[in-house]
């Protein structure tokens, strides 16, 4: 029960499968953390770990890109229970981080909470939506005491 609000804190159900090589990976109690401080409703989500022949895989039949991607999430119900599938693909993850310079586990974890927006309805398809995802990103990231994940390094 969230004593300031009265209201149940949103329950969530998480699944993960590790099928990539690379290593280290965020534990479950990372993942549980990351995600559930984005949680508005009850979800229950089954987070997988790919490389990148499967992310390019993945990317290309349900988004017609043939490349592989950081994060994929699938909406399968939104009423009531929002349930749903993540895929994060590791490599493209480690070799982004690198790239901006960012802090791995800053990076999984911003992708973790970007995911789980995803299935409560976010997008940011347009400027007003992508400005209100990414304020909330931000807000979330520095809850953890993570750097806001839009700001140049």
């Known amino acids: 029960m969230n004593a300031a609000s009265g209201t149940a804190k949103p329950g969530l159900s998480l699944t993960v499968q590790y099928v990539s090589g690379v290593t280290p990976l965020p534990t479950r109690p990372q993942w549980r953390r990351w995600i559930g401080i984005a949680l508005q409703r009850d979800v229950c989500m089954t987070l ?37 599938d993540v895929v994060i693909c590791a490599p493209v993850v480690e070799r982004e981080a690198a790239a901006q310079n960012k802090n791995l586990q800053s990076h999984y974890a911003h992708l973790a909470i970007h995911a789980a927006l995803h ?35």
């Open 48 to 84: 997988r770990i790919v490389d990148d022949v499967e992310g390019r895989e993945l990317n290309k039949a349900y988004r017609g890109k043939d490349y592989a991607t950081n994060v994929l999430t699938f909406v399968y119900d939104d009423a009531g229970v929002v349930s749903g």
């Open 119 to 153: 299935l409560q309805g976010y997008d940011h398809e347009n400027d007003e939506q992508a400005a209100e995802m990414e304020a909330l990103e931000t807000a979330l990231m520095v809850r953890l005491h993570f750097p806001d994940p839009y700001q140049e390094t």
